[in-house]
Each structure stands twice: as C-alpha cells, then as structure tokens.
Nanobody, 119 residues
Framework: QVQLVESGGGLAQPGGSLRLSCAAS????????MSWARRQAPGKGLEWVS?????????YYADSVNGRFTISRDNARNTLFLQMNSLKPEDTALYYC???????????WGQGTQVTISL
C-alpha cells in the first residue's frame, strides 16, 4: 500500500534552514504530482504549502512560502524534498507529504515531521 515517510524536521532559529525529505513506496512515484502540506496547530486545518509535477518540471507554492521554500524530487530514489530557507516562527508546524494537489484525490499523507522555529 501507499507509504510516505517524512523526515528532516527539527528545531531551527528564525532565519535558518531545514531540508525535509519524504520517502515514497507502494505506488509509481514518478507518475504522480506530489505536495507538501502543514498543520500549524492541533485542530487547525491542513495548509497546502507546495506542489511539484510528476517530472519535476513545474512547481507551485503558497504565497506564504513563495521565495523561501523550494520543492524538488528524485524519481530514481522515490523521494520528495522541501528546502526551507529564511524560516519564520509562523512556519512552525507538522509537515506532511502527500500524493496530488488539494482536491478530491489529495492524499494520502504520511505521519508528518515536526518543524519548530524558535530562538
């Protein structure tokens, strides 16, 4: 079955950087658009952050992260990445990778990796 395992989260200072990874299995990774999304607090809605086309040629970003985050993928390694620079306290969230873009077919997603931005 589909399995998505996120990693790379942690504690960083404002202005710092982190790189998230998502290892995918159980489906033909190279055939699917992939996304990153985040949940900033328990009970809050899931916020879509970024998406990438199946071959990596097209990328999409939420206004809140555009210019600071970069999504990429390695189809040979079935891995999705999110390079996060110029981090802000409001980027603190549980970050998930997911198949697709927001819509009826969005998901599934993994267990998430926690990112905390604080002095």
């Amino acid at each position: 079955q589909v399995q998505l395992v996120e990693s790379g989260g942690g504690l960083a200072q404002p202005g710092g950087s982190l790189r998230l990874s998502c290892a995918a299995s159980g489906f033909t990774f190279s055939s699917y658009v992939m996304s990153w999304a985040r949940r900033q607090a328990p009970g809050k809605g899931l916020e879509w952050v970024s998406g990438i086309s199946s071959d990596g040629s097209d990328t999409y970003y939420a206004d809140s992260v555009n210019g600071r985050f970069t999504i990429s993928r390695d189809n040979a390694r079935n891995t999705l990445f999110l390079q996060m620079n110029s981090l802000k306290p409001e980027d603190t969230a549980l970050y998930y990778c997911a198949k697709g873009l927001p819509g009826p077919d969005f998901g599934p997603w993994g267990q998430g990796t926690q990112v905390t931005i604080s002095l």
